[in-house]
């Protein structure tokens, strides 16, 4: 994106000081050693002077681990007409107003500044200059006036187009035009782009080539425009820096559903790709104004903006700015759970705990979570606690006539050596030491199982989020060298406290969801602690790092817990002041609490800070 290589050196260490250059060139962040040589010597006038030689190796352009454009340090905020408006009323005068709005609510004041058009704006291409056409009844007068009205008002203005030949409602989309469109909505004054993926290849280079070129595109324009991919996919999230300010991980939210699949099935693994200059792009946020056209309840709302913000997902409001009502303006105007986004230092909070019951449907979870977000640039930490437990009557009814006698979920619960589904027989055959089954007898319905059921890998899906449940009967550890992952997949390895899959050692048992698989990095939620029971030995508790109690084989007997709980040893502090974010209430403890009512959809955020 620039016109010059600039170069950014920081000294770590002397006499002999390693050096990281890192040149921004054409929007690729390259990194390089140096190696300073250090000759001392006494100047005139008796000065200390040292003259330092400079040694650099460079990696070739592979090495090459971030998009630079000079936007998005933090997550987008602003305003996004898609979920508002659809195709219905994506007009100059509809634009204008929308603008207004954004500057007598006071949120553009606020951080939220991109104003952006998503599809339905365009109508053709010039047949001689292949230049992309709006509409010309929805825009008379191009969308350079719109972009200039909206700069006007201190805003900043984005587009939409799609990677494919057309877009999602088959308007012009941006295939073999990349530089030429992105000249033109440079020349136009664009912001912000989102490219969308409909009516285009899902094979995973050639989508990432085909983002490339826009990327690309827009970096030769020499403006600073945030570009936010949004291909619906997780695997867009290793790369995600390398093409983009943001990338889409799931689908639309359109629903409570929505909500829930993003943050917990989706976002929650991917907080390692996140970091400033490049955010997991979950959607925008819908609110509660049952005149759009997707909405949630206030409750559900302002939990999806509570997580948003400690997702370090982007804030875009996508409910209607022109008739936003005080419950959600007053959501999207809390300054304290915006710092919480804005944090500079970009960390994508992580669940660290989570309580779940059987559901009838998995796009609605009943679950009680906990998500922790930091250290933030101060040492800060945030925290939110979510219930989503669904009590109306057709819900209980169906989760009554429901029993799947496949389902064996495992969850965590207090611990109590009385209670038989947390209670565990190791076992391991002579021909594969070190390797063994986790068996169970017993669920926490009081069911019996037999045979016994042992933890498995459900599906054989060895990837990152598989879940891991007890199902199905125990059945042989395989042979020695077995390259069978489904012959496998009750096999597992202690090692360090980590449960790891025999098949791939680089996963390992994490309770979080619920029992899933995750990527072994020593976290609290994989590492667990063999608790005898009894005098024989052969039945045992797994004591849970996290300090969320025992894995059990089923939702702990009662169902939800009351309360939700979070030590600040956990944090290795003594005690904290502790900030609800919502009713400013500020106090300090060991730890916090946070008794919600079993509701589909509500949450409590608190910032803590570091006591003793």
């Known amino acids: 994106r620039h016109k010059t290589p600039i170069l950014e050196v920081s000294v770590l260490s002397t006499p002999f000081i390693r050096l990281e250059l890192r040149s921004f060139v054409r929007g690729y962040v390259c990194e390089c050693t140096t190696m300073l040589a250090t000759r001392h010597s006494i100047g005139r006038n008796g000065i200390f002077v040292s003259a330092m030689f400079l040694v650099v190796g460079v990696w070739g352009p592979h090495r090459c681990a971030a998009l630079d454009n000079g936007v998005g340090l933090t997550p987008a905020m602003g305003y996004n007409t898609w979920d508002d408006f659809r195709c219905n009323g994506i007009n100059a005068s509809n634009i204008k107003l929308a603008a207004e709005a954004m500057v007598r609510q006071g949120l553009s004041a606020l951080g939220y500044r991109y104003l952006s058009v998503d599809d339905c704006w365009a109508k053709s291409r010039d047949p001689t200059t292949g230049v992309i056409q709006p509409d010309p009844v929805a825009f008379p007068h191009g969308m350079k006036e719109v972009a200039d009205f909206v700069h006007s008002k201190g805003l900043l203005f984005g587009i939409y187009t799609d990677r494919g030949e057309h877009t999602c409602v088959g308007r012009p989309g941006s295939q073999g035009y990349e530089e030429l469109d992105a000249s033109t909505y440079a020349e136009w004054g664009v912001d912000y782009v989102k490219e969308d993926s409909c009516n285009a290849t899902g094979d995973h280079n050639a989508s990432f080539a085909q983002y490339g070129l826009m990327r690309d595109a827009l970096n030769k324009t020499g403006r600073r ?59 925008a946020l819908i609110g509660s104004n049952p005149k759009t056209a997707v909405h949630l309840t206030q409750p559900q709302s302002r939990t999806q903006f509570n997580l948003w913000a400690l997702l370090s997902a982007q804030l875009i409001i996508g409910g209607s700015i022109l008739e936003l009502n005080p419950w959600d303006l007053e959501t999207y105007t809390n300054t304290d759970v915006i710092a919480v986004n804005q944090d500079p230092a970009g960390v994508q909070a992580k669940l660290v705990m989570q309580y779940s019951q059987q559901s009838p449907n998995p796009y609605d979870p009943s679950v009680q979570q906990i998500w922790l977000k930091g250290p933030m640039h101060n040492g800060d930490y945030a925290i939110a606690f979510v ?61 019996k199982l037999t045979p016994p059921h042992c933890l498995e890998i459900r599906g054989c899906d060895y990837s990152v989020g598989a879940h891991v449940d007890t199902s199905y009967g125990c059945k042989a550890l395989p042979p020695p060298g077995s390259t069978d992952g489904c012959a496998a997949n009750m096999a597992w390895r202690m090692v360090d406290g980590a449960l790891k899959a025999e098949f791939d050692l680089s996963l390992c048992l994490d309770i979080i969801g619920g029992g899933t698989l995750a990527s072994c990095d020593g976290s609290r939620t994989q590492q667990w602690t063999i608790q005898p029971v009894g005098t024989t030995g052969s039945l045992v508790q797994l004591v849970s790092g996290s300090g969320f109690g025992c894995l059990s084989n089923g939702p702990p007997s009662g169902g939800a817990p009351a309360t939700l709980s979070f030590d600040m040893n956990g944090l290795g502090w003594k005690a904290a002041t502790i900030t609800d974010l919502w009713s400013k ?14 509701a589909n959809g509500i949450s409590q955020v608190f910032r803590l800070a570091k006591l003793s």
């Not at 006698?405 to 207090?414: I, P, Q, S, Y």
């Not at 209430?585 to 079993?598: D, E, R």
Request: with cysteine; net charge negative; hydrophobic share 35%.
């Open 225 to 283: 425009i945030y570009f936010d991919l949004c291909g619906w996919s997780s695997w867009y999230a290793t790369v995600g820096k390398t093409l983009g300010n943001a990338w889409r991980v799931g689908y639309d939210v359109n629903n409570w559903g929505g909500v829930m699949n993003n943050a917990l099935a989706v976002d929650k693994d991917l907080a390692q790709f996140a970091g400033p200059g490049g955010w997991n792009d979950i959607d």
């Open 585 to 598: 209430q500020v106090t300090t403890g060991a730890s916090v609490s946070a008794s919600l009512p079993a």
């Open 387 to 447: 219930n989503t437990t669904n009590t109306s009557a057709a819900y209980v009814e169906e989760l009554k006539a429901m029993r799947d006698e496949g389902d064996g979920d495992v969850t965590l619960a207090e611990c109590d050596s009385r209670a038989p589904a947390q209670l565990w027989n190791i076992t391991s055959q002579p021909a594969t030491p070190g390797v063994v089954r986790v068996e169970s007898t017993t669920r926490s319905d009081g069911s």
